[in-house]
Each structure stands twice: as structure tokens, then as C-alpha cells.
């Protein structure tokens, strides 16, 4: 009785997880929760007001959350993925530390020097430069990776939508003027980033087939 009441119990805790979620680790959730976000632009998050100038916004909470979970994952799974890339790894991480000594070295001279500036550039660069490693530590299954390209192409789609309506003369996001480049609701830069990604899960589709039939023509269509 007790494994039967044990059985109704998970199968009912299955049904109130959403299908696209389904099978998906709580680390790859957070990436995919995170994606949007850092596909944003700036003028559309909050923000606090940091020391030397510096903005702590919905893009720095994002990424350390991404952080934290990859560093659960990593004390609880271990670090496996990352060691085919250990090079990789070892030269991002001297290049951080050099670009953070960049801005220290110019006070030897006799010139004026911004480096409280440029200290929040370096630690931007760094913050962000921690979701590289965080990506391979949070997708470790099928579902996972099915999952993220799902949410590149989905966002894809949306800042697409956004784009259309500014090129066709809808002046929503801060449109530049009709029939240019647009930014959409990301930045123009960005957005061909993210159209990129989405080229990117076309490419991925024409070796897997899995990954065809569920986004490879629709990513495709998007890139474009």
C-alpha cells in the first residue's frame, strides 16, 4: 500500500510540472529563466546605483544566479564537463586576470586615470565572462540542451516580432527609423547575436535530428 500511495504521489507531482520543463534539471531551468533576461536591453531593467558608478540591474541578478546554480551543480555532479576544455578555461581565466591588472598598472603613470571606470568595465567583463564555464556545468542531459535551444529560438522569435513592427514603421521600443536596422527590444548589436544563436540551433539541426524536427526550418527562418 505504502509503494502504491508512493507511485500516485510522484505521477501526480509529474502532471504539476509543466511539459517544456519536464526532465529538465533545476540548473538548466535557471539558464533558460536567465536567457531573456540577458537578451534585454539596459533601458528596459531596473537598477540600483552602485559605488563608482556602476548599475547593479536584472542582467547582473540574472548571472549570479546562473553562477550559484552552476556552482551547486558543480559541488554536487562534479566537474567532468569542463575537463575537456581545461585550456580553454585556464587561458579565459589568465586573460580576466590580466584585463583586471589593466586597469591597476596605469596609476604608476603621471596621468590622470579613470580606473574606477574602467574597474566596473573589468568586472562586467569578468561577471559575464563566468557564464561561459556555468553553460557545460548546468546542460549535462538532452533535455537540458532541447530545452535551452528551445528558449534561444522562442526569444529569437519574439525580438523578431519586435523587429518587424519597427521596420514597418511601428515606433514601439525606441524604433529607430522605418526601413533601417532595428534594435528591436535587445540592441542592434544583440539582436544580431541572437539571430546568430538562432542560425546556430539551424546548424546544430542539420546533424541532429532530433534538434531538426522540433526548431531546425523555424531557427533558420529567424536568422534570416
Request: aromatic share 8%; proline share 5%.
Amino acid at each position: 500500500m505504502g509503494s502504491l500511495d508512493a507511485a500516485r504521489l510522484q505521477a501526480a507531482s509529474r502532471t504539476r510540472v509543466p511539459a517544456a520543463v519536464r526532465g529538465v534539471s533545476r540548473g538548466a531551468v535557471v539558464l533558460g529563466l536567465a536567457f531573456p533576461i540577458l537578451f534585454l536591453h539596459v533601458r528596459y531593467q531596473p537598477g540600483v546605483s552602485l559605488p563608482f558608478g556602476g548599475t547593479f540591474k536584472l542582467q547582473d541578478v540574472a548571472v549570479l544566479a546562473v553562477v550559484l546554480a552552476a556552482v551547486a551543480t558543480l559541488r554536487r555532479d562534479g566537474a567532468s564537463p569542463l575537463r575537456a576544455g581545461r585550456g580553454v578555461w585556464v587561458a579565459a581565466a589568465v586573460f580576466a586576470v590580466w584585463i583586471l591588472a589593466a586597469t591597476v598598472y596605469p596609476l604608476a603613470r603621471a596621468t590622470p586615470y579613470a580606473w574606477r571606470t574602467h574597474l566596473v568595465t573589468a568586472g562586467e567583463f569578468v561577471e559575464y565572462a563566468l557564464l561561459a564555464p556555468a553553460v557545460p556545468l548546468l546542460v549535462r542531459r538532452r533535455s537540458d540542451a532541447l530545452f535551452l535551444l528551445g528558449v534561444v529560438v522562442a526569444w529569437a522569435a519574439v525580438a523578431v516580432g519586435g523587429g518587424v513592427l519597427q521596420v514597418g514603421g511601428v515606433h514601439v521600443l525606441h524604433a529607430w527609423p522605418a526601413g533601417h536596422r532595428q534594435p528591436s527590444f535587445v540592441g542592434s548589436h544583440e539582436f544580431g547575436g541572437l539571430a546568430g544563436m538562432s542560425m546556430g540551433v539551424a546548424a546544430v539541426g542539420l546533424l541532429y535530428a532530433t534538434v531538426r524536427r522540433r526548431f531546425g526550418a523555424g531557427a533558420g527562418l529567424l536568422a534570416g
